[in-house]
């Protein structure tokens, strides 16, 4: 018990000293005499963006009701008070530990805390800025670290009426991530290293076809081949261009490729 007291605490201090996203909160609270009366006020809390305050309610309904259902759903609410003060990770720990102790709870199975812990990391992306380098240019772990925490979302809940939040933040995830790949292959080939160039982008278009990067990708990818005298996958890599992105400009470049290859 007291070490639970202490970990509360240090949440509450924590929350304290992120600050409330941009929104002054006073972090006030009224207790009241009932778990059922104190996490709605804790709810309320969390509606206007006093996480402080939030944290304290569920807090108080975890020592004096630990018995209650509530209790239990203010475990869950302490992460959500987490992420709403952007303390992103510590919110990742909370999701997985309400996942962990309760995988039969309705606010798992329906897929709520999985889908949290992806769209935490998915918070977690770096800005673009225009004195830094642009976002394709960065280490792009976090975001890897985001497609993987959506995907499994999606794989383990796929008819979670979180999926169509996921799926629009998995497709930014993928795009940035492609275009990260695509820079990388750009960049070996402006450097005359064909091999390089061949190797990301077949992950460029096994991971996150459908991109939009696909007919440069494939016009790319078929020229990087010829120079490494793979005719036959330049032929097929062109004429996969030529039948998926009829209509793009590539297109009509693999066509007069292809009438000039040999072998």
Known sequence: MVLRIRMIAGLVLALAAAGCGGRVATGQVNYSVSATKNYTKGLKSLQQKDWIAAA???????ARFPYSKYAVLAELRLA???????????????????????????MVTNGYGQ???GEAYYKMLPDDFWLLPPLWEKDQSATADAGRALQQFIRKY????????????????KKRLA???WYVATFYWKRKKPMGTVLRLRRLLDRYAGTDFDPDALWL???????????KRARATWQKLVKNHPKSRRAKQA??????LSG
């Open 115 to 117: 889908f949290r812990i």
């Open 158 to 173: 796929p008819k979670s009426p979180f999926r169509s939040k996921a799926d629009k933040m998995l497709l930014k995830v």
């Open 56 to 62: 304290k309610y569920f807090a108080f309904i975890k």
């Open 255 to 260: 066509k007069a490729a292809l009438s000039n």
């Open 80 to 106: 959500d008070a987490e992420f709403g003060a952007e303390n992103y990770l510590r919110s990742v720990d909370g999701y997985k530990q309400f996942i962990k102790l309760h995988p039969t709870h309705h």
């Open 221 to 231: 990818l078929g020229k990087a081949y010829v120079k490494v005298g793979m005719l």
């Open 179 to 181: 275009q990260h790949e």
